[in-house]
C-alpha cells in the first residue's frame, strides 16, 4: 500500500512563504519522479513543479523563479519551498509520486491528499 502523507500550507500573506512536504511511504521497486500539482477551484489540476530520481526539475512557467523543489531521497520526501507567493497561487497542492512496486503493474502515480494553500491579505 501506498501513501502519500503532505504536510505543510495554509494561509499566508502576499509576498509571503511557505513550504510544503510530503513523504511517501510503499514497498518501492524504484521511485521515477516526484512532485506537486495544484488545482484551484474550477480549474483543471495543473503541474506545479517536479524532480526524477537523478534531480532533474521541472517548473511551471508561473511558478519559476519564486518555488523551489528538492528531496530527499533516503526519506522519500520531496519538499516545494515557495516565496514570493500571490494570490494567483491560492489552490490545493498535491503530491505526487510516479513509481513503481511491483514489476508486474509497472510505474503509476500515486497522489496525496492534497493540502490547501490561500494567499490573501
Known amino acids: 500500500q501506498v501513501q502519500c502523507v503532505e504536510s505543510g500550507g495554509g494561509l499566508v500573506e502576499p509576498g509571503g512563504s511557505l513550504s510544503l512536504s510530503c513523504k511517501a511511504s510503499?514497498?518501492?521497486?524504484?521511485?521515477?519522479?516526484m512532485g506537486w500539482y495544484r488545482q484551484a477551484p474550477g480549474s483543471q489540476r495543473e503541474l506545479v513543479a517536479s524532480?526524477?530520481?537523478?534531480?532533474?526539475?521541472t517548473y511551471a512557467d508561473s511558478v519559476k523563479g519564486r518555488f523551489t523543489i528538492s528531496k530527499d531521497s533516503a526519506k522519500n520526501t520531496v519538499y516545494l519551498q515557495m516565496n514570493s507567493l500571490k494570490p494567483e497561487d491560492t489552490a490545493v497542492y498535491y503530491c505526487?509520486?510516479?513509481?513503481?512496486?511491483?514489476?508486474?503493474?509497472?510505474?503509476?502515480?500515486?497522489w496525496g491528499q492534497g493540502t490547501k494553500v490561500t494567499v490573501s491579505s
Open positions: 510503499g514497498n518501492f521497486v524504484t521511485i521515477t519522479r
Open positions: 524532480i526524477f530520481s537523478g534531480g532533474t526539475r
Open positions: 505526487n509520486t510516479y513509481a513503481t512496486v511491483s514489476y508486474m503493474v509497472g510505474a503509476r502515480d500515486y
